[in-house]
């Protein structure tokens, strides 16, 4: 039960900070990636195939995915170079450790308490589940774009529309039509 929740709490507050626009906070992604390591583990351990842990790959996936990207846009922000900082870096560095141990200790169990070849659908679905992310985010990129595009024309239209209105306002006022 207590697993449960601790997942619930970190989708939450993952679906909250990504709603606001905000970085995903590193605690709230380690907390995700725990709580759906130990949840796999768990199906592990009673036998579980595969299929029957889909959803907690993908939350640790993602929550993997998410510290990575977390620690690189730290890296390359200018304003953390700019200010010195490094603070958390210790942190960041400790999770991903974590995360990788972690990775390691369910390599250990799929070959020890799995049917033969959990291992490698594991892997094979981690495979597919980084291709369609990267898909859908590629996808959301190409839709913003798209939607800056369709803003711009408006904009520009708008524009266009009211130079050509007071043209003709400006002419008429001039001709003393007006």
């Not at 909250?16 to 970085?23: A, E, T």
């Not at 195939?49 to 620690?71: P, S, W, Y």
């Not at 369609?132 to 024309?153: D, P, S, Y």
Request: glycine content about 8%; hydrophobic content about 40%.
């Amino acid at each position: 039960m207590y697993q449960h929740s601790q997942v619930f709490l970190a989708a939450l507050l993952g679906q909250l900070y990504r709603r606001r626009g905000k970085n995903v906070a590193v605690l709230e992604t380690i907390a995700a990636a725990n709580a759906a390591y130990s949840i796999i583990k768990k199906c592990l351990a009673n036998g579980n195939e595969v299929k029957g842990m889909v959803g907690q790959v993908g939350k640790f996936l993602n929550a993997e995915e998410d510290l990575k990207d977390a620690v690189k846009r730290k890296k390359n922000n200018p304003i953390t170079a700019i200010t010195g900082g490094a603070e958390g870096d210790w942190e960041e560095f400790q999770a991903l450790e974590t995360i990788k141990e972690q990775r390691r200790e369910l390599e250990s169990w799929c070959r020890l308490y799995g049917p033969p070849g959990t291992w490698d659908k594991w892997q094979q679905y981690q495979a597919d589940a980084r291709v369609a992310r990267k898909a859908a985010q590629k996808q959301r990129q190409r839709e913003r774009e798209e939607l800056v595009e369709m803003v711009m024309m408006c904009v520009g239209c708008l524009f266009a529309f009211s130079g050509m209105a007071a043209l003709l306002y400006a002419l008429g006022r001039y001709m003393e039509k007006w």
